[in-house]
């Protein structure tokens, strides 16, 4: 395998506005992911975009050239333009791989992909995650225990308005009771998506090894395998000649 092509998209609103945001990801969110894609894949090219750049830093090459792309977004999620997401969407349709992470479940990309809400419940409340391993032979589960904690993070719990997901990988427990499915995998065109749950901006989840070590491995797993456009529909000559009798008739 070639290494691997990686770009992380990042709002990178709140760690400019909020400092106690900034303190804890002073290189932003995509600086972390960066890192911990790099910690685990130390060949890739990992490059970065972020909504205020010019096109939100993309362009059909940058997509073109990107065998997944990781998207973190919350606040400004109708920031993005339509277009762009569109042709994220398209990427992934074609082969792209797409990790979409926390709030961006309500990320347009993603609600195009899945074709319903994506809502969700939810309580900012510094609760304990305990995260259960649901598939341990999985690619993307790789290292991981059956379980492991997150001290304090964001609760979301169920339901969550998504398509029944093609492996449902992890499920989360909160403190308060509520569960939520927090590490979820789909089919799209040629593409695969994955979406996993933790990385409230206020908590660092980003450095945790486990949570790392999920998204390093679901880049590998959602790697794009080929590259090729659904677009288009073509009309074909047969391979065999198929006796058509109505028109050998006229
Ligand atoms: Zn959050």
């Known amino acids: 395998m070639p290494p691997l092509r990686v770009t992380i998209w990042n709002e990178y609103l709140h760690e400019l ?43 059909t090459d940058l997509l073109a050239d990107t065998d997944v792309m990781l998207w973190w977004g919350h606040k400004a999620h109708d920031e993005v333009d339509d277009a762009w997401a569109e042709r994220v969407q398209q990427a992934v349709l074609a082969g792209m791989g797409l990790i979409v992470l926390h709030s961006g479940h309500h990320s347009k990309p993603f609600k195009r992909l899945m074709g319903t809400n994506c809502s969700l419940r939810w309580r900012e409340a510094d609760e304990k995650e305990r995260l259960w391993n649901l598939q341990p032979s999985h690619p993307i589960l790789e290292g991981i225990p059956e379980h492991f904690e997150l001290a304090h993070e964001e609760m979301y719990g169920e339901r969550f308005d998504i398509p029944e997901p093609d492996e449902t990988l992890m499920v989360s427990w909160f403190q308060g009771g509520d569960v939520f499915r927090s590490l979820c995998t789909w089919r799209r065109g040629h593409g695969r998506v994955v979406y996993f749950r933790p990385g409230h901006e206020t908590y660092p989840t980003y450095f945790d090894g486990h949570v790392r070590r999920i998204v390093a491995n679901a880049a590998d797993w959602s790697r794009r395998r080929l590259s090729r456009s659904t677009r288009e529909a073509p009309q074909v000559e047969a391979l065999e000649h198929v006796p058509n009798p109505t028109k050998e008739h006229i």
């Open 17 to 59: 506005e909020h400092d106690v945001v900034a303190a804890i990801y002073p290189d932003g969110i995509h600086g972390a992911l960066r890192g911990a894609l790099l910690e685990h894949h130390p060949d890739a090219t990992v490059r970065t975009a972020t909504l205020r750049e010019s096109d939100h830093g993309l362009s």
